[in-house]
């Protein structure tokens, strides 16, 4: 079962696996609980191992954490149990490396928290947030601890004197030990390892049950807040079309297909003491483009639009959140996604933006806090040059050569002779560019020894419907020129397009070109004998 870990509002109640349910492969997935890369992530943290004096461990729902809950009528003074923690990429379910950092909370009545030697080798600093804190730590061999020495001192779940922060790097997840009271020691490094994991399972298994913790039951939290105040985190940039999603170049089939770039930012959970007195996205949009909407959108792609002023001009965008929502703790602790979605303007002149037949496109963006200004990545669009082909064949297949045809934009433009050119340079012109005239060449081709012509450096821009139309203006001496308009469609691969000429129809051969004379003439001659013969009859009539 997948539980969002907003999904539930009773802290006291959560989602339970019995303590005979399989070691290994017995947990709970808490979902869109980070950002990595513009892609949302999840938290999986699966029971590895536990003592016999464990009856149920709970994963709450309304927060992360865990309960253990002792066997009916004992404490759970002694019980200890170990978790993988595993960082999964939201859509694909597959581990991923991360960066970043654990708060463990509520750590009290002589309860521990112990790490592992490899996890320990990952942790870069650790943290208390007051020097009032009731927390000890102890390096071992076997591993690092956490621990609350009296056995005597309680605290609230967010209480800063029982928490405490590790900062780490470079890990896809981490394998931590809770123990209940008594000296962690005795079971960290002797538990079950954690090549036994089935992560693909992250569910609650065994007796599920909706109870609520039995007031002898031992807690530990994960928290996203910290003792220190957060540099800015860099903000992911991705680029995505209609067939190409989240990445970082893509390719658009025509100058009319929607272009989409997102950024996303994380703001980390803060105390109040650290909340911000700005925070704000800036992107510099490049003039070519019409952006259409603009939507900002929190991890569970609520609407948020309204908590930022937007106070850029034109493409110009600064996106910055409202003096109210920055001294609210609402506005803390969430993923933001500031969606743009942008056409290349009609009619722009792209002459500046192509290079070896493709038009290229970047942007990037800035995000700002009290603690400095971070970039995006630079993402890249593409908007290739198209061509297309004729295949000129006779009505028996066979290819034609010496064909010349004429090509345009619109059938209007080819029905009135307004052909493509080209201009001194060799750039395609077409009817609608401020440049084309009368003067320049039309941009003809004629047919090779293989039937073949083609166009090149036709723009996906100028023309987004990508169909052209052909008219035939010399064929050879055998067959009839085309007398219609044909129409074909253009693609950065080029396509080819076969047309066909009939030959010409000939008259029947009746011999040399002297006896067909002669039997003209003849004709000629009987034609007038018996137009002469009627008329000496008419006479003779006539007299009578």
């Known amino acids: 079962m997948t539980k969002d870990t907003k999904a539930d509002a009773h802290v006291g109640t959560g989602l339970h ?11 709970a997935l808490y979902t869109n609980i980070a950002s990595l890369g513009g892609r949302s992530l999840d938290l999986a943290i699966v029971a590895t191992d536990w003592t016999s004096d464990v009856a149920t461990i709970q994963f709450r729902t309304a927060s992360i954490g865990v309960d253990l809950i002792p066997v009916a009528n004992t404490t759970i003074d002694d019980g200890a149990a170990q978790f993988k923690f595993i960082y999964l990429d939201h859509e694909t379910h597959k581990p991923v490396e991360v960066n970043g950092y654990y708060t463990f909370n509520d750590i009290d009545w002589g309860q521990s928290i112990g790490l592992t030697s490899d996890v320990w080798s990952h942790i870069d600093h650790m943290y208390v947030p007051t020097n009032k804190t009731i927390l000890q730590y102890l390096k071992t061999d076997a591993g690092a601890f956490v621990f609350e020495p009296e056995s005597s001192v309680g605290t609230g ?7 405490v922060t590790f900062l780490y ?7 931590m030990l809770f123990t209940s009271a008594g000296d962690a020691r005795t079971h960290l490094g002797k538990f079950n390892t954690t090549s036994t994991v089935d992560y693909s399972k992250s569910v609650a298994l065994g007796s599920l049950k909706d109870v609520h913790i039995r007031s002898s039951s031992a807690y530990f939290g994960y928290t996203a807040y910290k003792p220190l105040r957060t540099s800015t985190v860099p903000p992911a940039k991705t680029v995505s079309d209609s067939d190409e999603k989240k990445v970082q170049e893509n390719t658009l089939d025509s100058a009319d297909e929607t272009n989409t770039w997102q950024i996303t930012q994380v703001i980390p959970n ?11 996205l800036t992107d510099n949009i490049d003039p070519a483009w019409t952006v259409n909407s603009l939507k900002i959108t929190n991890e569970n792609g609520a609407d948020v639009t309204s908590w930022f002023n937007s ?8 996106l910055a959140a409202t003096a109210a929502k920055l001294k609210s703790a609402d506005f803390y602790g969430h993923t933001y996604t500031f969606t743009f979605n942008a056409k290349l303007k009609k009619g722009y002149d792209l002459s500046k933006y192509l290079v070896n037949g493709v038009y290229t496109f970047t942007n990037q963006g800035t995000f700002t806090t009290d603690t ?4 995006t990545s630079t993402v890249t669009t593409l908007l290739k040059e198209e061509q297309l082909t004729l295949h000129k064949v006779d009505d028996a297949g066979k290819a034609l050569s010496g064909v010349k045809f004429a090509l345009a934009d619109t059938e209007a433009n080819a029905k009135g002779g307004k052909y493509l050119k080209k201009d001194a340079e060799g750039n395609v012109v077409y009817p609608s560019d401020s440049n084309y005239s009368a003067s320049l060449a039309d941009y003809t081709g004629t047919t090779d020894a293989s039937g073949n012509v083609t166009w090149k450096g036709l723009s996906a821009a100028k023309n987004t419907s990508h169909v052209y139309y052909y008219v035939e203006l010399q064929t050879t001496g055998d067959h009839q020129l085309l007398t219609c308009i044909g129409s074909v ?13 009939k030959t010409k129809v000939h008259l029947p051969d009746t011999g040399s070109a002297e006896r067909l004379y002669l039997q003209l003439a003849a004709l000629l001659v009987s ?7 009627l008329g000496v009859l008419k006479i003779r009539k006539q007299q009578n």
């Open 17 to 27: 696996i019995d303590g005979s349910a399989p070691k290994g492969s017995a947990g």
């Open 489 to 501: 469609k253009a693609s950065a691969d080029g396509g080819t397009t076969s047309v066909t000429n």
């Open 311 to 318: 106070l850029g001009a034109g493409n110009n965008y600064k």
């Open 169 to 175: 790097s470079g890990i896809t997840g981490m394998d």
């Open 157 to 163: 779940d967010d209480d800063p004197t029982s928490q």
């Open 372 to 375: 400095g200004t971070k970039p």
């Open 270 to 280: 803060e105390y109040p003491e650290f909340y911000y007195s700005e925070a704000y």
């Open 527 to 533: 034609m007038l004998a018996v137009t002469a013969g």
